[in-house]
């Protein structure tokens, strides 16, 4: 078990550029979570994925964002023509599935937008 | 889900136990209470969970009153490294819905 693993750690972009995050969960766990957390805040929800399937998105998750995770096992992040408000810390977290809300996370890439 | 109410700050001495309050007054019977803690840029990190019994594992303990309407995480000898933010977030176990939704949290603060 060598934990969730996320990439890159930071990434600083100008405004309108598109960037792309990843995730690599732990290797057992079929279910994968992207969060959003601003500076003081808890962390938000953004989307789920069981497998390959995604399952919820929360309504923070704009059209400019897309999701995937093509063989039910690592998952990326797009933000399309990001914008200063993107700027956050994005998190990965994958679980078992069974129902268990015990979530391992990930250390979260940094977005900076300028 | 059931909302949480927390002090947004504490402040602890070092090798003192820390006790972190949560409400949840309105958290339905198949509810579970769990924590979550929060280092510095580092993503959250699971402590403990429990529905209506005390729990206790090597990291910590839950105290759950017994009409569930609130709870205590208690961290029996708090380190510098527990500084952090504590996250009480209540949820039903199930395969419907897997977000957990975290509110603010409390910013625990241990002092030497």
């Known amino acids: 078990d060598t934990g969730v693993s996320q990439d890159p750690r930071h990434k600083i972009t100008k405004r309108g550029q598109n960037v792309t995050f990843r995730c690599d969960p732990i290797s057992e766990h079929n279910r994968l979570y992207w969060y959003r957390q601003t500076l003081g805040q808890g962390p938000e929800f953004l989307t789920y994925f069981q497998n390959e399937a995604q399952l919820e998105k929360s309504r923070l998750l704009s059209d400019r964002f897309s999701a995937e995770r093509p063989k039910g096992s690592f998952s990326t992040l797009e933000i399309q023509r990001t914008e200063q408000g993107d700027s956050a810390m994005y998190l990965c977290?994958?679980?078992?599935?069974?129902?268990?809300?015990?979530?391992?996370f990930g250390s979260g890439t940094q977005l900076s937008v300028l | 889900d059931a909302k949480t109410t927390q002090p947004p700050s504490m402040d602890c001495a070092e090798g003192r136990a820390a006790n972190l309050p949560c409400n949840h007054s309105t958290i339905s019977g198949n509810e579970y209470v769990y924590w979550y803690r929060q280092i510095h840029s580092q993503g959250p990190q699971y402590i403990i969970h429990?529905?209506?019994n005390n729990e206790t594992n090597e990291m910590a303990s839950l105290i759950i009153t017994e009409d569930r309407k609130s709870s205590t995480l208690i961290l029996p000898h708090a380190t510098l490294r527990d500084t952090a933010v504590f996250y009480c977030i209540v949820r039903v176990n199930n395969n419907a819905g897997n977000m957990l939704t975290f509110g603010g949290g409390t910013r625990l603060m241990v002092k030497p």
């Open positions: 429990g529905l209506k």
């Open positions: 977290a994958s679980s078992a599935g069974t129902g268990t809300r015990k979530l391992f």
